[in-house]
């Protein structure tokens, strides 16, 4: 009905004689381009922008789809049978073969797919990331068949499998249903929790594991939500930082600095995980797994509140607390480019 409103606010009585198919397809537009902004602004609060929104449509407008039948028909992949067009995905490992044209003539889901991996792979693409549901896990198989009949390598194509989330609050699952249109939008949820514990608890969990988002959890300003708890640490320090410049103090250059004076077990030990954070970067990019960053925060936060709870970084003689303050500030930058890498703020006070 908003659509509906809308389109009319913005016509008139523009359509009012014009055919119900004429009419339909301007109402089908309009809808069409209202909703999509409404996403691009919901995703943008969410902190995720897209270079680049592809139609689908665009695909059968331009000859594409056909263009990629006609391709796997001359390359031997495409057969008839009951009146449908077949591709022979059981040649590339998967179960059946599957239907791209069916017996009325209209190319299916898949033949689009076809259409879309063959065109990112034309642009010039050398590695294509699919993201799905988990209900598309039987899919990957022929997916992977196409691209290797239209010859491109198979393992080029990486897809990653998203599990379910399910939100509770008060103790008990949110329910939803598309039938009865009961559902959370993302909107609604960034309202309630904020960006910052949106993305991370999105994010703290692999794609292959189920994911129960607590909505209580990620509101609540305690060390048990660790979005607060790795946040505080990054405020803690710089609370640390501005009191001693506050003292007079001026930050020493690390050549100026005895690092051997830092014998303490907590000390060495938040040394030691500031020297794994590169590698944990690799890691991540290399297995698409950002939760090994959210893993890797949440671990150094905890090392340095217990570092902070154990000993005074402000302290004497002169030559500690300085090598203190190099080991503080190196831990707040780590906290922030982690942070920054998922997308979160660094809050400097809390």
């Given at each position: 009905m908003p659509s509906a409103r809308g389109?009319?606010?913005?016509?008139?009585?523009?359509?009012?004689?014009?055919?119900?198919?004429?009419?339909?397809?301007?109402?089908?537009?309009?809808?069409?381009?209202?909703?999509?902004?409404?996403?691009?602004?919901v995703l943008a609060d969410f902190g995720v922008h897209y270079d680049v929104w592809f139609s689908e449509q665009s695909l059968h407008e331009g000859g594409e789809v056909q263009a990629a039948l006609d391709y796997l028909g001359e390359r031997g992949f495409l057969y008839e049978s009951e009146q449908a067009l077949w591709f022979k995905a059981s040649e590339f490992g998967a179960e059946k073969d599957e239907v791209v044209v069916r017996a009325n003539?209209?190319?299916?889901?898949?033949?689009?797919?076809?259409?879309?991996?063959?065109?990112?792979?034309?642009?010039?693409?050398?590695?294509?990331?699919?993201?799905?549901?988990?209900?598309?896990?039987?899919?990957?198989a022929r997916m992977k068949g196409a691209v290797a009949a239209l010859g491109y390598d198979p393992d080029a194509l990486d897809v990653v499998i998203m599990q379910l989330v399910r939100l509770y609050q008060g103790g008990e699952i949110v329910r939803m249903s598309k039938r009865t249109g009961q559902f959370v939008t993302l909107e609604e949820l960034i309202e309630e929790v904020g960006k910052d514990a949106a993305r991370?608890?999105?994010?703290?969990?692999?794609?292959?594991?189920?994911?129960?988002?607590d909505l209580d959890l990620a509101r609540s300003e305690t060390n048990d939500n660790p979005v607060y708890?790795?946040?505080?640490?990054?405020?803690?320090?710089?609370?640390?930082?501005?009191?001693?410049?506050?003292?007079g103090g001026v930050m020493p250059g690390p050549d100026n600095v005895?690092?051997?004076?830092?014998?303490?077990?907590?000390?060495?030990?938040?040394?030691?995980?500031?020297?794994?954070?590169?590698?944990?970067?690799i890691s991540a990019a290399v297995n698409l797994a950002p939760q090994r960053i959210a893993r890797?925060?949440?671990?150094?936060?905890?090392?340095?509140?217990?570092?902070?709870?154990?000993?005074?970084?402000?302290?004497?003689?002169?030559?500690?607390?300085?090598?203190?303050?190099?080991?503080?500030?190196?831990?707040?930058?780590?906290?922030?480019?982690?942070?920054?890498?998922?997308?979160?703020?660094?809050?400097?006070?809390?």
């Open positions: 389109f009319l606010c913005r016509e008139g009585d523009r359509y009012l004689t014009a055919s119900p198919s004429e009419r339909r397809q301007a109402l089908v537009e309009y809808a069409l381009a209202e909703k999509i902004d409404v996403i691009k602004k003539g209209i190319p299916t889901y898949f033949a689009a797919d076809i259409a879309y991996h063959r065109n990112k792979f034309q642009r010039g693409f050398e590695r294509v990331i699919n993201i799905w549901g988990a209900d598309h896990h039987g899919h990957v991370y608890f999105f994010v703290m969990r692999g794609s292959d594991s189920h994911l129960d988002f708890y790795i946040q505080y640490a990054h405020a803690r320090i710089c609370s640390i930082l501005r009191q001693y410049g506050e003292q005895d690092f051997k004076l830092l014998q303490e077990e907590y000390e060495q030990a938040l040394a030691r995980k500031l020297a794994d954070f590169p590698g944990e970067v890797y925060l949440h671990e150094l936060a905890g090392l340095l509140h217990s570092f902070y709870n154990s000993h005074r970084v402000i302290t004497s003689p002169g030559e500690l607390t300085e090598a203190r303050l190099l080991l503080v500030d190196a831990t707040r930058i780590t906290l922030k480019n982690g942070l920054g890498l998922l997308g979160l703020t660094a809050p400097e006070r809390m």
